[in-house]
């Protein structure tokens, strides 16, 4: 069963900054909205399989890390 995915204030400023830096980057949104598909698609796999991902010291939070290689 799918589970809701919690992103902390962090992680939405710096998922906003980061598509906003390649926009800048590129003069163009294409690759941001690529890369934005592929933030989506980790939350939607970690809200379905939420062992996924690397441990850190706190146990209840998992790294996810998106790549468009």
């Known amino acids: ?11 939405r ?3 906003r900054r980061i598509l906003e830096y390649f926009g800048r980057r590129n003069q163009s949104k ?9 933030f989506s698609q980790a939350l939607r796999l970690i809200s379905s ?8 010291d706190d146990k209840n939070l998992r790294v996810k890390i998106v790549s468009t290689i």
């Open 13 to 15: 400023d710096d998922r």
């Open 49 to 56: 399989y939420p062992q996924i991902g690397k441990l850190t």
């Open 1 to 11: 069963m799918a589970r809701r995915v919690i992103l902390s204030e962090l992680a």
């Open 30 to 38: 294409a690759y941001s909205k690529k890369l934005n598909e592929q």
